[in-house]
């Protein structure tokens, strides 16, 4: 369901949750990458015992991981540094001591190392210089699946529909050009996309 100007409805937007984490629900090499380092992004808590998780995009948390998701801090711009038109964000915890609930894991969990970007209206995936984790799968870029990058790609401009998402997209490009915080970008020519 559209409107006239072919922005999705609310009611689509469970829809289109459902289909990128369709998409993105491939494996980025063969096996289990949390073997190639003891799972160091997919564990409860760190080496100084202080726990660990990740943000949700905007209405992830209301569409997808309410049901699944116990265990969160609700963060508000009064507390928080994010986007000016995002009054709030979900901070959820991991949920298992390692490895995780594979079928549940948000959309960051799915698609990283890439990133979304959008620069004059084209969208890419890129990889970042600074990452908070030193993921070996970023020097093994040769065993990567192409079924792995064409699900990241194609559910990110599934997800390009919901205006929030786009909004949120485009405010951190804005801060990763400013920042030069680009070593990778795929494809190289993009695809285009309507800003609202």
Not at 75 to 85: E, T
Request: neutral net charge; aromatic residues 12%.
């Amino acid at each position: 369901m559209t409107t006239k100007q072919n922005k999705p409805l609310r009611a689509d937007y469970q829809a289109i949750f459902n289909k990128a984490y369709h998409l993105m629900d491939e494996a980025i090499i063969a096996g289990n990458c949390g073997e190639l380092c003891g799972y160091h992004c997919c564990r409860r808590i760190d080496e100084d015992g202080k726990r660990l998780g990740m943000y949700l995009l905007p209405l992830e948390y209301e569409y997808m991981q309410a049901a699944v998701v116990t265990d969160y801090d609700l963060h508000s711009q009064k507390h928080y540094k994010m986007p000016p038109k995002i009054k709030k964000m979900y901070y959820i915890y991991c949920h298992l001591a390692t490895g995780c609930l594979r079928d549940y894991r948000p959309i960051q969990c799915r698609t990283y190392p890439f990133e979304p970007h959008l620069e004059n209206g084209v969208f890419s995936l890129v990889i970042e210089k600074d990452q908070l984790h030193n993921c070996p799968l970023i020097t093994r870029r040769s065993e990567w699946r192409q079924a792995f990058i064409d699900g990241v790609y194609n559910g990110w401009l599934e997800l390009l529909k919901i205006p929030i998402i786009l909004y949120h997209i485009d405010y951190f490009s804005k801060e990763r050009r400013a920042a030069d915080n680009i070593i990778i970008q795929y494809p190289s020519d993009g695809y285009e996309v309507l800003l609202r």
